[in-house]
């Protein structure tokens, strides 16, 4: 399969405010976006153990493949996550998770104008 986009419901950050929208996670086969470099993600592990994100790079360096970019969420917590400039993740990067992938929820965000 293929990975879930989170483009759908993207939040716009507004001085008139926005719906707070995140959805479970695609723990089988990730979660993408359509990239500008503008967005970030909120994650939220309301499991019991730590659930770690990974989004690869899209270049390698001197010809080698460098490790993804990591973010530990622990059991709990919410984090914000990004952004994600295209020259380095791509104009479409796949999330994909680790350890707890049980209560996990994401939401695509941006700034406004």
Do not use: H
């Not at 709990?76 to 929820?105: L, M, Q």
């Amino acid at each position: 399969m293929a990975a879930t986009s989170l483009d759908g419901a993207k939040m716009t950050i507004s001085r008139t405010g926005a719906v707070d929208t995140l959805a479970a996670i695609n723990a089988a086969d990730g979660n993408t976006w359509a990239n500008t470099g503008e967005e970030w993600v909120e994650i939220n592990n309301g499991g019991g153990t730590t659930t770690t994100a990974s989004v690869p790079y899209a270049n390698t360096l001197d010809g080698q493949t460098v490790p993804p970019k990591t973010c530990a969420i622990a059991a709990g917590v919410r984090k914000k996550w990004g952004p994600f400039p295209v020259n380095w993740f791509g104009a479409a990067p796949v999330i994909t998770y680790s350890g707890n992938t049980t209560s996990v929820t994401i939401g695509l965000v941006v700034r406004g104008s």
